[in-house]
């Protein structure tokens, strides 16, 4: 079965401008965006799909619009994208492996960026999850801390698996290492 590729609509294409009208304006967290007659005008698009876009974004926690004072962005930091989507999204076993599986590759990215750091010492832990707070912490890549936050979110509860994950790759990493 083939898919059609319909255009986007015209929010979606008004949530992008209205990403690149931030960037192109500096707006920092905490800062109002231009109103909704202004993106309108900006865009060329109707209001209501502006309306509709900013809508979309503040359900996502990127914006928040206060009664009579205008859209504010947020901190990314709190934005609900990745618990809203990914509901639909990870709800099968296969899939769940495959998560566990990027949560691994991103525990051995932590370990390969604090491995460059002169005073790692990397005898003096164990490879635990709960070591991994830390790690992540040390490790000074808030993203990447983000992302395993959040892929561990995920994951769900896999027992001592996913401790036996990250030593497999691991051991398959230093058997590459010595070939």
Not at 77 to 99: A, M, R, S
């Amino acid at each position: 079965m083939t898919e059609s590729k319909r255009p986007p609509s015209k929010f979606v294409a008004a949530i992008s401008h209205i990403q690149e009208i931030i960037k192109a304006d500096r707006i920092k967290r905490g800062d109002k965006l231009p109103s909704e007659r202004e993106l309108s005008e900006r865009l060329s698009i109707g209001r209501s799909s502006v309306r509709e876009a900013l809508r979309a974004l503040e359900l996502l926690g990127l914006i928040e619009t206060r009664r009579g004072e205008g859209t504010y962005l947020r901190d990314f930091k709190d934005h609900q994208l990745v618990p809203l989507i990914g509901t639909f999204i990870f709800n099968d076993d296969q899939k769940k492996e495959h998560i566990h599986d990027m949560k691994a590759i991103l525990e051995l990215g932590c370990l390969a960026l604090l491995a460059v750091q002169p005073d790692f010492n990397q005898n003096s832990f164990n490879y635990t999850e709960a070591a991994f707070h830390e790690l992540m912490d040390a490790s000074g890549n808030s993203l990447l801390k983000k992302m395993w936050l959040i892929i561990s979110d995920y994951g769900g509860d896999s027992g001592g698996q996913a401790d036996e994950r990250l030593t497999k790759l691991l051991s398959g990493i230093r058997h590459i290492n010595h070939s």
